[in-house]
């Protein structure tokens, strides 16, 4: 940091620290963002603004598949529906389709599904958890074993029941449930927030202290000639 403050000058490294509180800013926007969005295509459609809750819905697709089995729903009668329930009332092709316009959104009968599905929701609302909690203890050095242990449920509940749906796909040897991909997710956003966001604030922090000691040494040298 001193060579940086020789080379480049106070006002720069100053600029630069400024850029990255900003972009900091930024990316505690887009996870609010994100968060608002696990709820706002639910809340619209029951106001009575259903087109936009679908251009919600659609735009929400390009992140995550949306199986309503595996999300949580809003306004309905359950706050989870089995994937034999839901195929009562619906088709397959809107329940598991790369084709974003025709995934089950919304009906009176079953309610909103959330805009992201249970794994998603959890790795949303965990960063958003961790990048707080990164934050408040930024000032400790956060290790990366962290962020890995808190990675291994996710990567165990994930990879196990993907490798069932390809060797079995017509009866799994496993399946999660909801909860499980919940919680799972929560603690791999947890551990990214925490790391990610300790790691930058404590970055941010530290070029702080050294630009303001270089500036005491300045003023001192100012003094003495």
């Not at 490294?13 to 706002?40: C, D, H, P």
């Not at 009668?77 to 974003?100: D, P």
């Amino acid at each position: 940091m001193i060579i940086f403050v020789q080379l480049f000058g106070v006002k720069m490294i100053q600029e630069s620290i400024n850029v990255s509180k900003r972009i900091i800013a930024g990316v505690y926007v887009v996870i609010a963002g994100l968060n608002t969005m696990l709820f706002l295509p639910a809340i619209t459609y029951k106001l009575g603004f259903g087109w936009l809750s679908k251009q919600m819905y659609n735009v929400l697709g390009f992140l995550c598949h949306q199986m309503p089995q595996r999300s949580f729903f809003l306004f309905g009668e359950q706050f989870m529906y089995s994937q034999n329930e839901l195929l009562k009332v619906m088709n397959w092709n809107n329940m598991f389709t790369v084709n974003i316009q025709n995934r089950y959104t919304c009906s009176d009968s079953l309610g909103c599904k959330f805009g992201v599905c249970s794994r998603c929701t959890g790795l949303y609302t965990g960063m958003a958890a961790g990048s707080v909690t990164g934050w408040m203890i930024h000032k400790k050095n956060i290790p990366l074993w962290i962020f890995g242990i808190l990675l291994v449920p996710m990567a165990i509940d994930g990879g196990v029941q993907l490798i069932a749906s390809l060797v079995t796909p017509k009866d799994p040897f496993y399946e999660s449930n909801n909860a499980l991909r919940f919680a799972t997710g929560f603690l791999f956003g947890m551990g990214f927030g925490i790391y990610t966001f300790g790691r930058m604030h404590r970055e941010v922090f530290n070029a702080e202290q050294e630009l303001e000691a270089e500036e005491q040494k300045a003023k001192q040298k100012k003094k003495l000639t």
